[in-house]
Nanobody
Framework: VQLQACGGGLVQAGGSLRLSCAASGRTFRSSTMGWFRQAPGKEREFISVIRWSDGRIYYADSVKGRFTISRDNDKNTVYLQMNSLKPEDTAVYYC????????????????WGRGTQVTVSS
């Protein structure tokens, strides 16, 4: 499985961006997919996950109400719509394919895409 995230960029506070993560392979439809981010000097942190089985979604408290995860199985793509961006959202954003365990831990994900940089200016 290969994952490729894109859509990052520089945006002013209050602005929006939509990240995309395209996945190779025929197993995407049955893959639970997550988004994480890592700010400079900080650990990689959970942002959101969307389950393949029932579409159930979870968000980190820090992005709840501002970010929306979605997926298009026909396009093998998972999205992260980010609204009302804040300077503290500045980070490299990663998509990942879930394997097992807690959705909130990076060790629960078996494949990772190359990150895409999001920079929010104040």
């Amino acid at each position: 499985v290969q994952l490729q995230a894109c859509g990052g960029g520089l945006v002013q506070a209050g602005g929006s961006l939509r990240l995309s993560c395209a996945a190779s392979g025929r197993t995407f439809r049955s893959s639970t997919m997550g988004w994480f981010r890592q700010a400079p000097g900080k650990e990689r942190e959970f942002i959101s996950v969307i389950r393949w089985s029932d579409g159930r979604i979870y968000y980190a408290d820090s992005v709840k109400g501002r970010f929306t995860i979605s997926r298009d199985n026909d396009k093998n793509t998972v999205y992260l719509q980010m609204n009302s961006l804040k300077p503290e959202d500045t980070a490299v954003y990663y998509c990942a394919k879930y394997s097992s365990g807690s959705y909130y831990y990076i060790t629960s994900y078996e494949y990772w895409g190359r990150g895409t940089q999001v920079t929010v200016s104040s």
